[in-house]
């Protein structure tokens, strides 16, 4: 037994309510359950319910053992001075308020259908990856599509929340934040920390400063990133520290360099080594000097394409890395590259701006832009593949990894219309 059963019990009033008695054998009558509260405080808010012949509309709290209210140490908590009703599965110790009033009490043991109980515990314990594995192919159309959107605006009001808290950090700066969000991302998750805190130690406004000149860009983001050798037989290289050196001491950026060993290249296909990605994003710093009015403006998803489809320097189209040339030409950014990035970069900052403006036209861009995207091709599509679900875009797939992260891996079942669908009675 756990709490969240208990609040999905209440929540749908899934036990027994004839001859409903507190612990001092009072009448209880429920006219409302409540609004389940997910943050701090009691569990259900604004719960109408009767008690002898009294009517009270207060706040609901839900525990295994009516002592936990102690162990949460809800009796130091004003908060939990408005609860009406205890609801219990087991009533051990009888809870009083700082009043010294007995909060009324109700225990649900022997109450619930035992079949119900059965079928949670299934559920929550079964040894797939996806808990409703072997019931999945039964459920209706309607509640799988039901539950890929509440996984996908999930995923996306968490990728929105991203924006929102380098948006603070950036002062309400929206091409700061597109910048460090975009860089971020260029790290394709092993290097993402690193790109990010680049980012951070090199401000978009300096480098547009320097905007019409490509060398001193990538001299600006390999010396901040710590790549850059004193002594070298490559030219090139020798250049970009010299521009670094002069640079560095005129903005006074040193102090935040990066070290080099922050950087990952082991098991990296070359084409993802952080050295290319970095001139990659110097290529589109140099090309794009506005990219967050660029982002909104964009009226179709091919101009948003166009966006990272710029040509490196000359000296990486034959480089992955620093002096070691390439035995072939080096293809600019690829098509599944620069999709990765508006999945991750553009979609979020649209959610964002959406709901900072209060305009759904944004959110229904990102949708409509993720509906463009051919599916991702990775371990948890292809288990939900093998399930029969169709994947045909990026919609679908960024809702099925939400769902398989946050829901499936961490069983939480009564959070899912199709969790719901099967444990409750028929």
């Not at 027994?16 to 409540?34: A, C, H, P």
């Not at 490559?234 to 001491?249: G, I």
């Not at 990894?401 to 719901?420: A, D, M, P, S, T």
Request: hydrophobic fraction near 40%; proline fraction near 3%.
């Amino acid at each position: 037994m756990n709490e969240s059963f208990l609040h999905f019990i209440w929540q749908f009033q899934y036990f027994t309510r004839n001859d409903l008695k507190t612990q001092t054998d009072e009448s209880v009558t429920i006219f409302k359950t409540g609004l389940l509260n997910t943050n701090a405080g009691p569990d259900f808010l604004q719960a109408k319910i009767k008690i002898g012949e009294i009517e009270w509309v207060g706040n609901i709290e839900i525990h295994i053992k009516a002592s936990d209210w102690f162990v949460h140490q809800h009796s130091s908590d004003l908060a939990y001075e408005n609860v009406v009703l205890h609801v219990v599965w087991e009533n051990d110790r009888p809870v009083i308020r700082r009043d010294g009033t007995v909060i009324p009490t109700i225990e649900l043991r022997g109450r619930v259908d035992t079949q119900l109980i059965a079928k949670y515990k299934k559920l929550i314990n079964s040894s797939s990856a996806i808990p409703c594995a072997k019931s999945f192919a039964s459920i209706d159309q309607l509640t799988k599509l039901s539950m890929l959107d509440k996984a996908l605006l999930q995923r996306l009001e968490a990728k929105a929340e991203v924006v929102n808290e380098l948006l603070l950090e950036n002062q309400h700066d929206w091409l700061e934040t597109t910048y460090q969000l975009l860089a971020k991302n260029f790290g394709f998750k092993i290097n993402s920390d690193a790109f990010l805190q680049l980012a951070k130690s090199l401000p978009f406004k300096l480098l547009q400063k320097h905007s019409s000149n490509l060398t001193q860009i990538e001299a600006l983001l390999f010396g901040q990133a710590g790549m850059l050798e004193a002594k070298t037989k490559d030219e090139y290289l020798s250049s970009l520290h010299r521009e670094y050196e002069f640079l560095s001491q005129k903005y006074s950026i040193r102090e935040s360099r990066l070290e080099p060993s922050q950087w990952k290249f082991l098991r990296l296909r070359p084409a993802n080594f952080p050295t290319l990605r970095m001139a990659q994003l110097a290529s589109i710093i140099h090309t794009q000097r506005n990219l967050f009015s660029l982002i909104l403006e964009a009226d179709s998803f091919e101009k948003l394409l166009q966006l990272f489809s710029c040509a490196t320097s000359p000296y990486w189209q034959a480089h992955y890395h620093f002096a070691n040339k390439s035995k072939g030409a080096i293809p600019n950014l690829g098509q599944s590259s620069r999709e990765n990035l508006i999945i991750n970069t553009i979609v979020p900052l649209l959610v964002a701006y959406g709901k900072a403006k209060d305009d759904t036209r944004f959110l229904d861009r990102a949708m409509e832009i993720l509906q463009h995207i051919p599916s991702e091709n990775n371990k948890i599509i292809r288990v939900w593949s093998e399930l029969g679900v169709a994947v045909k875009s990026a919609f679908d797939s960024q809702a099925l990894i939400e769902q398989y992260n946050n829901f499936c891996q961490k069983r939480q079942c009564l959070n899912c219309v199709v969790g719901v669908s099967i444990i409750k009675p028929q």
